[in-house]
């Protein structure tokens, strides 16, 4: 579905602006680059003060502008008078606006827009603004969708979508960066980074397993009797459980972003012990040792 489309009743000097920060956000994030990832989070806030400012007053600026004091701008929003009949009016007025200034104290006082910060850019940081800012677009998206109720709300669970670094995106391609991790582990992470129901090719190629078939039966039958995913076999289609989320949870917490692409505990093991001289002979010394 077409962000754009979504969004149809906000301006387009508007629109695109809050569409790119909010992509260039997520690609951060994904990248391990927390720095731009915040620092996109302020922008964003400037763009959606602007959009609430002008769906509230009927008059959008030419394009956005930068508060003179955003926690000032936000507390003049929420005392503008209610609008009984206007959709989503205390998200407009009260929610999102309360929740911007924190999002701008993350880029202001943590050591990412000004020198002097407390806190030095970091995952903690980065993921609380991409939750933050999902969760605003999942709000507008609400209120000012031009398209169907049900195709709004996907788009919205679309949004909000759980966002780690493990997970690396491009077109409709998607990967975990561990080579290591088994088949079985990358289709649960994999599927807690979606929502909704995801077709078992796509995962099947996602995980790198050419045989759909061998992936249906090695990986996703067995998922599906241990209730860590719902598979449908007619329809062709598989999603995941709570039980499997749990798991996905796991598993993304014992990787953690250190280890990525650093492989499986006993390959690491293994590339240790050969890095001390221990492990196997080479076959050389084997060579010279005497007969007895």
């Keep these: ?68 004091n955003v926690v000032a701008a936000c507390q003049a929003l929420e005392q503008m008078p209610a609008g009984p009949n206007r959709v989503g009016d205390h998200s407009l007025r009260v929610l999102i606006p309360r929740a911007l200034p924190v999002l701008y104290d993350v880029r202001n006082n943590r050591g990412v827009g000004h020198v002097g910060g407390d806190v030095d850019p970091n995952l903690m940081d980065a993921t609380l603004v991409l939750g933050m800012a999902s969760w605003v677009m999942a709000e507008l998206v609400r209120v000012f969708h031009g398209v169907t109720t049900a195709a709004a709300q ?3 669970d679309a949004l909000a979508e759980r966002k780690h670094p493990l997970v690396w995106g491009v077109g409709g391609t998607r990967r975990v960066l561990d080579p290591a ?18 077709a078992e090719c796509d995962v099947a190629h996602w995980v790198g397993q050419a045989s759909t078939a061998v992936f249906r039966r090695d990986v996703l039958k067995p998922l599906h009797r241990e209730r860590m995913v719902e598979y449908e076999q007619g329809s062709a289609r598989v999603c995941i459980t709570p039980l499997g989320i749990q798991r996905a949870e796991r598993v993304v917490e014992a990787r953690g972003s250190g280890q990525l692409g650093k492989g499986a505990p006993k390959q690491r ?24």
Excluded at 269 to 292: E, H, K, V, W
Aim: glycine residues 8%.
């Design 1 to 68: 579905m077409d962000p754009a489309g979504a969004l149809g009743a906000i301006p387009p000097a508007f629109r695109d602006p809050l569409l790119a920060a909010y992509r260039e956000i997520t690609a951060n994030y994904a990248n391990h680059k927390w720095e731009p990832s915040e620092l996109n989070g302020g922008k964003f806030c400037e763009i959606v003060h602007g959009v609430l400012l002008g769906a509230l007053t009927g008059k959008y600026p030419q394009a956005p502008t930068k508060p003179k």
């Design 154 to 156: 996907d788009l919205a």
């Design 181 to 198: 991790m088994s088949q079985r582990d990358q289709a649960l992470v994999l599927l807690y980074s979606r929502t909704g129901w995801v």
């Design 269 to 292: 093991a293994r590339s240790a012990r050969r890095s001390a001289g221990q492990g196997r002979t080479p076959r050389r010394r084997l060579a010279q040792r005497p007969q007895r």
